[in-house]
Nanobody
Framework: QVQLTESGGGVVQAGGSLRLSCAASGRTCSMYAMGWFRRAPGKEREFVAAISGSSSITYYTDSVKGRFTISRDNAKNTVYLQMNSLKPEDTAVYYC????????????????????WGQGAQVTVSS
């Protein structure tokens, strides 16, 4: 198991930027595909982005393509989500996950509690 801790959330105006970090401990995170999900008020958790252990493969949900960038630094056991051009509809609690699966498969894990998940970071975008 990997322990995950998110940081970097906050309140930002529409059009602004935030960078979320997810620090992993317990095992070397390069062994895991990593992903970001979010849960908006009154909605189910949804996939945002995923990255392979080597950073060679990334996936994004359509609504964030061109605005969000997922990256990782395996030397620091940390995964990042750079969020630019933020919109009010991006307001949500953002969760980091580490999975022993393919990067593509992470996209299907909105409803599972398998693997490792962080406690979440609140992102609020004001209009």
């Amino acid at each position: 198991q990997v322990q995950l801790t998110e940081s970097g959330g906050g309140v930002v105006q529409a059009g602004g930027s935030l960078r979320l970090s997810c620090a992993a401990s317990g095992r070397t995170c390069s062994m895991y595909a990593m992903g970001w999900f979010r849960r908006a008020p009154g909605k189910e958790r949804e996939f945002v982005a995923a990255i392979s252990g080597s950073s060679s493969i990334t996936y994004y949900t359509d609504s964030v393509k061109g605005r969000f960038t997922i990256s990782r630094d395996n030397a620091k056991n940390t995964v990042y989500l750079q969020m630019n051009s933020l919109k009010p509809e991006d307001t949500a609690v953002y969760y980091c996950t580490a999975q022993r699966t393919t990067t593509q498969a992470i996209q299907l894990m909105s409803t599972t509690d398998l693997g490792s998940w962080g406690q979440g970071a609140q992102v609020t975008v004001s209009s």
